[in-house]
């Protein structure tokens, strides 16, 4: 059975910095590309940050870059968002995704809130 769990979220303060982490299980962990997403409220899901299966180059949204950090641990199959500097624009619902070929595996999400 196939599962991502993220966690991390919550509120901080702008300026700010949260981990996020993705623990996935169910399937070979290290032929994924690994990605984050983020959901505001009453906008469309966006690509936040990728990385590659075998080669773990990494790209980020411009909105992102220089501020996030995406990276993977495959022995823990775990998929991690480090994020500096925090805007109250980075507020919505975080999700991790699996994909292969044609397969995507979604999390549940975690909410991430920027407010003074």
């Known amino acids: 059975q196939v599962q991502l769990v993220e966690s991390g979220g919550g509120l901080v303060q702008p300026g700010g910095s949260l981990r996020l982490s993705c623990a996935a299980s169910?399937?070979?962990?290290?032929?994924?590309?690994m990605s984050w997403h983020r959901q505001a409220l009453g906008k469309e899901r966006e690509l936040v940050a990728v990385?590659?299966?075998?080669?773990?180059?990494?790209n980020y949204a411009d909105s992102v870059k220089g501020r996030f950090t995406i990276s993977r641990d495959n022995a823990k199959n775990t998929v991690y968002l480090q994020m500096n500097s925090l805007k109250p624009e980075d507020t919505g619902v975080y999700y991790c995704?699996?994909?292969?070929?044609?397969?995507?595996?979604w999390g549940q999400g975690t909410q991430v809130t920027v407010s003074s």
């Open positions: 995704k699996a994909r292969f070929s044609l397969l995507d595996y």
């Open positions: 169910g399937f070979t962990f290290s032929r994924y590309t």
């Open positions: 990385i590659a299966s075998a080669t773990t180059s990494t």
